[in-house]
């Protein structure tokens, strides 16, 4: 088969790749052929109502309609008010997030002030009607809202994401956390914490995402009951949470506490347990990024060492191993501390041939030097060789220039 039929299987037609409605610009199947400027166009004109979405959006307005079937009047009234606002929201995406999210604050609190005081609802139901309603709009908003590109939660996430790699060798002790993963029970709870907390980014709506941090941080408080057997404290949580999310690394964590921040219900986040768990999330980030030496009670030379992976902290010792340990585990640590031995005592020779190397170099460096000032100070003169004599009876007529000879004197006797 020739080299031209066996392309003939993939040719797409220039005219193919274009805009279907004829701009000039690329086309792309994720926006059903217009290019990015047509598609926001196309899709501003159009219904929401009219509009495809997904089967769980579908799902979710289906359950929010027969909730409000419950409401009668104020029901319908508030339906309606929901449709208003996701009209107004699409006819916003211009404007910055923080806009967006004042906005959304605003229709909250003009709903809830409805139902509290023009259709008289009690607080349980009103704040059951708030659940519902954020979850209908924001499973809705969604792809616009959470980490738009206008703002810069993509670079914090990396950034996080990038500190807590950097931090992998932080250990428990390190951070005087209160919980003892050897113990079977404590373990198992330890990892449905670092399920919990990573499981939030696969959530779309505020309160499912503080519904994960609920459940990690209650798991958190059933590892250190059952580590200390006595009720943990709000001393021995904080520790610990910054533990789990250094240990976990959830995905976009900047962003996830941002659009939490911008678009759950006020009310949910300033009071009540999802309120106090958030918040010491929140505590735990910003204590991530400004972890240093002092923290975790190390010298900085050490610090400085365990984060450029010079080094690692000694691994646990076979003293406090305890008598139910696997073997495979025990050895697993053997293994690791003969590890960190054997890539300390190459870290010491290299640096001492470093040593070494740049010492010959100065002595070198000494030597030449030390020869220059004795060269310098008493300078080699090197004269000309001096014109050897001629023999007295040579014929040379430089020979003229000497004295006579001696004559011999006869002296009479």
Request: hydrophobic letters at 35%.
């Amino acid at each position: 088969m020739s080299l031209k039929s066996e392309r003939r299987g993939i040719h797409v037609d220039q005219s193919e790749l274009l805009c279907k409605k004829g701009c000039g610009y690329y086309g792309n199947p994720g926006w059903q052929g217009f290019c990015s400027k047509c598609w926001r166009e196309e899709y501003q004109k159009a219904s929401p109502i009219s509009r495809q979405v997904s089967i769980e959006t579908d799902r979710v307005s289906k359950d929010f309609c027969d909730f409000l079937k419950t409401y009668h009047k104020p029901g319908q009234e508030i339906y309606k008010q929901c449709k208003l606002f996701l009209e107004a929201m699409h006819h916003k995406r211009e404007l910055s997030i923080e806009e967006q999210s004042e906005y959304t604050q605003d229709f909250y609190q003009n709903v809830a002030d409805k139902l509290h005081a023009r259709w008289k609802v009690s607080p349980e139901k009103v704040e059951m009607a708030m659940d519902q309603i954020e979850k209908y709009i924001m499973t809705r908003l969604y792809k616009y809202v959470f980490c738009p590109e206008t703002t810069e939660d993509e670079k914090k996430d990396l950034a996080v994401q990038k500190r807590i790699r950097a931090l992998h060798w932080v250990t428990p002790q390190m951070l005087c956390v209160p919980v003892n993963e050897e113990i079977p029970e404590v373990s198992d709870v330890v990892v449905k914490a670092i399920t919990d907390i990573i499981e939030m980014d696969s959530k779309r709506v505020p309160r499912d995402k503080l519904a994960c941090i609920t459940s990690c941080s209650k798991h958190i408080f059933t590892a250190i009951r059952t580590t200390k057997n006595e009720p943990a404290s709000a001393d021995d949580f904080l520790p610990t949470l910054i533990y789990i999310v250094l240990k976990g690394n959830p995905p976009r964590l900047q962003s996830n506490i941002q659009y939490i921040t911008r678009f759950c219900n006020p009310s949910r986040l300033m009071t009540g347990e999802d309120g106090y768990y958030f918040t010491n999330l929140c505590c735990a980030v910003a204590f991530i990024e400004k972890l240093d030496a002092q923290s975790l009670n190390l010298s900085q030379e050490d610090f400085d060492r365990y984060m450029s992976g010079q080094a690692s902290p000694k691994k646990q010792e076979p003293e406090s191993w305890s008598a139910d340990m696997c073997v495979g585990v025990r050895q697993m640590y053997r293994n690791l501390d003969l590890l960190s031995q054997l890539n300390e005592r190459q870290e010491r020779i290299v640096s001492e041939a470093k040593k070494l190397e740049r010492d010959l170099i100065d002595w070198t460096d000494g030597v030449a030097k030390e020869v220059q000032e004795i060269v310098e100070k008493y300078p080699l003169e090197i004269k000309p060789p001096n014109p050897a004599l001629a023999a007295i009876d040579s014929e040379n007529v430089e020979n003229d220039k000497l004295p006579p000879p001696l004559q011999p004197q006869v002296y009479a006797g």
